[in-house]
């Protein structure tokens, strides 16, 4: 059974960072994206960053795609989220996810990973990213 579990979300003023971390078990797919997602109060989740995994290659939404970085530690079964200069808007609940048909790498493919929520079948339960001003 796959189980996702994230930690290191916070508050934090406007222009900090914060590190997501996903530990990942019972997920053994490779070359399929793992991925974070945010949803803030009163909007769609949308999708903010993925990685394949064991491969590497990193999709990142506009809008964060020059402070945010993703990263995996395929020792440790981690992918992590560094969230830099960040912005009372980025202020969301966010989760992991995984992609367990390939579809989900498709799609970010083919039109970035914004807008590719139903594509991910394994979630985490999220964790709580707060930006004050």
């Known amino acids: 059974q796959v189980q996702l579990v994230e930690s290191g979300g916070g508050s934090v003023q406007a222009g900090g960072s914060l590190r997501l971390s996903c530990e990942a078990s019972g997920y053994t797919y490779s070359r399929y994206c793992m991925g974070w997602f945010r949803q803030a109060p009163g909007k769609e989740r949308e999708g903010v960053a993925c990685?394949?995994?064991?491969?590497?290659?990193?999709y990142l939404a506009a809008s964060v795609a020059d402070r945010f970085t993703i990263s995996q530690d395929n020792a440790k079964n981690t992918m992590r989220l560094q969230m830099n200069t960040l912005k009372p808007e980025d202020t969301a609940m966010y989760y992991c996810?995984?992609?367990?048909?390939?579809?989900?790498?498709?799609?970010?493919?083919?039109?970035?990973?914004?807008?590719?929520?139903?594509?991910?079948?394994?979630w985490g339960q999220g964790t709580q990213v707060t930006v004050s001003s």
């Open positions: 996810a995984a992609d367990d048909t390939g579809l989900g790498l498709a799609a970010v493919r083919a039109g970035g990973v914004r807008s590719t929520v139903q594509k991910f079948g394994y």
């Open positions: 990685i394949t995994i064991g491969v590497g290659s990193t």
